[in-house]
């Protein structure tokens, strides 16, 4: 038996992705977000790098990153990026005076963001134990995990305004963010 998972951004809503093409500072977008995550007081890990060989059209590349934060002894939540970039080529841009390498290339970052509620797997003992937490699930903790649920999607909205920022998009910024900031 394994832990249950629930999407954060609704049952229909498997992924959430991004998409851009034209010149990214992709240094500072991996280091914004790697930033994020420690600053949160998530765990993360880069869980995977592909890098193909170059083509006259650029290089690609797939980077995985899975960062995850316990929030107490029975729930944990997950947000996990998958960027993948093709038709890379290095460019100089002048940024402030200064030349900045940054690059020119088609990007698409696919977000997973889901609750794990008994991570720990202390309820899977028996089948007396899995009915008992599915009881528990379903109607003591029910209306926290709504609060929750809101308080994680608006903390990860919060993250893909960061990288819609730091890549230049121009369309960013959430409504309801500072309902939920300390």
């Known amino acids: 038996m394994a832990s249950e998972k629930r999407n954060v951004l609704g049952p229909h809503d498997d992924n959430m992705y991004l998409k851009k093409k034209g010149i990214v500072d992709l240094e500072q977008m991996y280091a914004d977000i790697w930033k994020w995550f420690l ?25 995985w ?9 029975f ?4 947000i996990k990026l998958i960027i993948t970039i093709w038709d890379s080529i290095p460019v100089e841009v002048m940024k402030n005076n200064k030349p900045v390498k940054m690059f020119k290339c088609r990007m698409r970052i ?11 797997r202390k ?6 134990m899995v009915a008992l937490r599915k009881f528990y699930i379903q109607t003591i903790i029910q209306r926290k995990m709504s609060t929750e649920g809101d308080k994680f999607e608006y ?5 893909h305004d960061l990288i819609k920022k730091s890549v230049g998009m121009e369309a960013h910024g959430d409504q309801y963010a500072h309902y939920w900031k300390n």
Do not use: C, Q
């Open 155 to 159: 903390e990860f909205h919060e993250l």
């Open 65 to 73: 990153l899975h960062g995850w934060r316990n929030e107490d002894d």
């Open 123 to 128: 309820w899977d003992k028996s089948r007396i």
């Open 110 to 120: 696919k977000f997973d963001v889901h609750f794990e509620l008994d991570y720990e």
């Open 75 to 78: 729930t944990r939540w997950h």
């Open 39 to 63: 600053n949160h007081g998530y765990e993360l890990h880069e869980t995977d790098a592909k890098t193909k060989t170059p083509s006259p059209m650029g290089s690609e590349e797939e980077i």
